[in-house]
């Protein structure tokens, strides 16, 4: 059983990012689905959540309108399109499921 996000890299202020958080070993159309960020020398925040049944959102204040989670039961991923992003955005980045998983971190890295 285990979450495995990716998609994290380097981009420029204003560019974009889409991260993956893929399940295995259990089905996402059972647990919400949240998303993290740790930036250095900081603690680890939420940053957008999305539910089992109908699918509503949250997001942090400083994502709102830029950020957008998303989920493929069918293809039991998660994602978070990342757009507009400034360099407060760099962070890695963790998935989180309600049933106490976590995936390993991505890293983006968003250059001024």
């Known amino acids: 059983v285990q979450l495995q996000a990716s998609g994290g890299g380097l981009v420029q202020t204003g560019g974009s990012l889409r991260l993956s958080c893929v399940a295995s070993?259990?089905?996402?159309?059972?647990?919400?689905i949240g998303w993290f960020r740790q930036a250095p020398g900081k603690e680890r925040e939420g940053v957008s959540c999305i539910r089992t049944r109908d699918r509503s959102t949250k997001y942090a204040e400083s994502v709102k309108g830029r950020f957008t989670i998303s989920r493929d039961n069918a293809k039991n991923t998660v994602y978070l399109q990342m757009n507009s992003l400034k360099p407060e955005d760099t962070a890695v980045y963790y998935c989180?499921?309600?049933?106490?998983?976590w995936g390993q971190g991505t890293l983006v890295t968003v250059s001024s």
């Open positions: 989180h499921s309600n049933l106490g998983y």
């Open positions: 070993g259990f089905s996402l159309g059972y647990t919400a």
